[in-house]
């Protein structure tokens, strides 16, 4: 079995698409035959724990676990049988930050394309690279975005920077948090190719 592969999702911002891209990820990674398990650190909300349970109660194929948690080391021993462990991490919170970078084997900084969103995701990447020990240093992943414009002109940005951004965005769509609220399916946003980029793959098979 391949090892396990733990993917943190980390943003000192709030509702930039954290626990949607975690959920993203999971869901495709269950979908492609992996166990799949979310770490949601954001105890006071758990929207993953959330999203799981709700799956749960409607059958939703394929199956993701998840569970609150304060501590990553603890939790990631207790779950070494997965697949792929995904970090949900807590909004506002650098010290619990910190402690979830050295786990990670893959860090992803969700982002906005505005500039209140990229100049502190842009910082925080800053840091973790410092920190963490991953040659390629952490990617950014577009979300919430509206037109292929302002994506095009935040890779930009990112780019010059010194960090990568993941192929695709997740677009702004209205019907996402409706459906959540419903419950009626399961969020499950896209990366569409809506900046198309020769030679590129998609994101979600990078990412999980
Ligand atoms: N692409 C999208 N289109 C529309 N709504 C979205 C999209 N992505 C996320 N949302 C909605 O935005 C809100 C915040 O998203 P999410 O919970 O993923 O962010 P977060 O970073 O985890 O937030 P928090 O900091 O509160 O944990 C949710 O209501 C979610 O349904
Ligand atoms: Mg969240």
């Not at 970090?87 to 860090?107: F, M, N, W």
């Not at 990447?125 to 950014?140: D, K, N, T, V, Y």
Request: hydrophobic residues 40%; aromatic residues 2%; charged residues 25%.
């Amino acid at each position: 079995m391949a090892r396990r592969r733990v993917i943190g999702v980390v943003s000192q911002k709030g509702g930039v698409g954290k626990s949607t891209l975690c959920q993203l990820i999971a869901r495709e990674a269950a979908a492609q035959g992996k166990q799949a398990k979310i770490l949601d650190f954001d105890v006071k909300q758990m929207t993953s724990v959330d999203w799981v349970r709700e799956r749960l109660e409607r059958d939703l194929e394929p199956p993701v676990e998840a569970e609150p948690t304060k501590n990553v080391g603890k939790s990631l021993k207790q779950n070494r049988g997965y697949d792929i462990i995904v970090l949900d991490g807590a909004p506002g919170s650098p010290k619990r930050t910190a402690e979830l970078v050295p786990e990670c084997d893959i860090i992803i900084l969700p982002t906005g394309a505005s500039k209140a969103d990229l100049v502190p995701t842009i910082a925080l990447a800053r840091r973790i690279a410092q920190m963490s020990h991953e040659a390629e240093g952490p990617l950014f992943a577009l979300c919430r975005i509206l037109t292929a414009a302002e994506a095009a002109e935040a890779r930009a940005t990112i780019g010059a920077a010194g960090f990568m951004t993941l192929d695709g965005e997740l677009i702004e769509r209205p019907a996402t948090g409706r459906r959540r609220i419903s419950a009626a399916a399961p969020a499950r946003p896209r990366f569409p190719r809506s900046t198309p980029r020769p030679g590129r793959s998609p994101a979600p098979s990078s990412t999980g």
